[in-house]
């Protein structure tokens, strides 16, 4: 029965999701407490970090935030886009 407890596949790290939001700066932080979809800290990070490296300004990454979670919306709203 010992084979059952072992497999060759990598193992996924979890991480502790309180951290990753502790690490998010304030800004994606206070965003994220106004959020309409339930998004990762780590999800959150990513974008934000992608819009501050292209643009270097904050208030820029927040409006990416809110377009992002705009844009998903649209697509689970009846219609999806095209409405």
Do not use: I, K, Y
């Amino acid at each position: 029965m010992r084979r059952n407890l072992a497999t060759p596949l990598r193992q996924r790290v979890r991480q502790d999701p309180m951290a990753a939001f502790d690490r998010l700066p304030a800004p994606a932080r206070a965003w994220l407490h106004q959020a309409v979809l339930p998004w990762s800290a780590a999800s959150v990070g990513r974008l934000w970090a992608r819009a501050l490296a292209e643009t270097g300004c904050p208030q820029t990454a927040l409006a990416r935030l809110s377009a992002a979670e705009a844009r998903m919306l649209a697509r689970e709203r009846p219609g999806g886009l095209s409405d």
